[in-house]
């Protein structure tokens, strides 16, 4: 089993590297610290990526994991919030979606089945802060890539899943959580804390390798019910 995995480096992206490693899997990683280098803000990124890859892989990988992403705020009044906009749009949703169709292009060409996972977030159905209107809005193109691949390609054995944490304690997070107020914010936490990203990797590596068929196109909320559905 060969995956290849973006965002690795570090926060849940290391955790799910770790997971998937201790399961057995051969797990291709994306990130300057972690496996093959690809700047997502570069059109030309992410098809780098992919075949350096599939390279390492000699030629087939089984399934693609979508985490790498950007959390960078863009309050309204800013000159450059469109820029914003546009990098966030691309790093997030343009570059997993360039991801997933050369992973369906790939099985199918092989003729063999394959599995996609995309972590996504609670701010796809919730929303988020007046300042993140483009991160929302990536991560709900992705619950809705997600589901539009599952009901296209779930004849030809291709799935797909998401997963949408809420506040994960990542180093971004931290931060996030600070600036907003930290514990106003837990106790909009039933549970009382954020998650770690080792849960994270739990639903991730489940998806990626044990999940069965008749799951797919669905999104696994991890977030304290912080918001259920």
Same mark, same amino acid.
């Given at each position: 089993?060969?995956?290849?995995?973006?965002?690795?480096?570090? *926060? %849940?992206?290391?955790? %799910?590297?770790?997971?998937?490693?201790? =399961? +057995?899997? !051969?797990?291709?990683?994306?990130?300057?610290? !972690?496996?093959?280098?690809?700047?997502? !803000? $570069?059109?030309?990124?992410?098809? =780098?990526?992919?075949?350096?890859?599939?390279?390492?892989?000699?030629?087939? %990988? $089984?399934?693609?994991? #979508?985490?790498?992403?950007?959390?960078?705020?863009?309050?309204?009044?800013?000159? $450059?919030?469109? /820029?914003?906009?546009?990098?966030?749009?691309? %790093?997030?949703?343009? &570059?997993?979606?360039?991801?997933?169709?050369?992973?369906?292009?790939?099985?199918?060409?092989?003729?063999?089945? +394959?599995?996609?996972? #995309?972590?996504a977030s609670? /701010?796809? @159905?919730?929303?988020?802060?007046?300042?993140?209107?483009?991160?929302?809005?990536?991560? /709900?193109?992705?619950?809705?890539?997600?589901?539009?691949?599952?009901?296209? @390609?779930?004849?030809?054995?291709?799935?797909?899943?998401?997963?949408?944490p809420g506040?994960?304690?990542?180093?971004?997070?931290? $931060? @996030?959580?600070?600036?907003? +107020? *930290?514990? /106003?914010?837990?106790?909009?936490?039933?549970? *009382?804390?954020? &998650?770690?990203?080792?849960?994270?990797? &739990?639903? =991730?590596?489940?998806?990626?390798?044990? &999940?069965?068929?008749?799951?797919?196109?669905?999104?696994?909320?991890?977030?304290?019910?912080?918001?259920?559905?």
């Amino acid at each position: 089993m060969t995956i290849l995995l973006t965002g690795s480096s570090r *926060g %849940i992206g290391a955790a %799910i590297h770790a997971a998937l490693t201790d =399961a +057995g899997a !051969s797990v291709i990683g994306h990130g300057t610290a !972690s496996g093959i280098p690809a700047d997502f !803000s $570069d059109p030309a990124g992410p098809t =780098a990526l992919w075949n350096a890859a599939l390279e390492q892989a000699g030629g087939a %990988i $089984d399934v693609l994991i #979508n985490n790498a992403g950007v959390f960078e705020a863009a309050p309204l009044a800013d000159d $450059d919030w469109t /820029a914003q906009w546009e990098r966030t749009m691309r %790093i997030n949703l343009t &570059a997993s979606a360039e991801l997933c169709r050369l992973a369906v292009l790939h099985w199918q060409a092989r003729g063999v089945g +394959g599995r996609i996972v #995309n972590i996504a977030s609670r /701010a796809a @159905y919730r929303g988020d802060s007046p300042a993140h209107w483009h991160y929302a809005a990536s991560k /709900a193109g992705m619950v809705a890539m997600t589901k539009t691949i599952a009901r296209g @390609y779930a004849r030809e054995g291709i799935l797909a899943f998401a997963v949408c944490p809420g506040f994960t304690m990542t180093g971004m997070a931290e $931060d @996030y959580l600070s600036s907003r +107020g *930290g514990d /106003a914010l837990l106790a909009d936490i039933p549970l *009382g804390r954020v &998650a770690a990203p080792e849960e994270i990797a &739990a639903a =991730a590596k489940f998806l990626a390798l044990e &999940a069965p068929a008749s799951m797919t196109g669905s999104v696994i909320d991890v977030n304290g019910a912080s918001y259920v559905r």
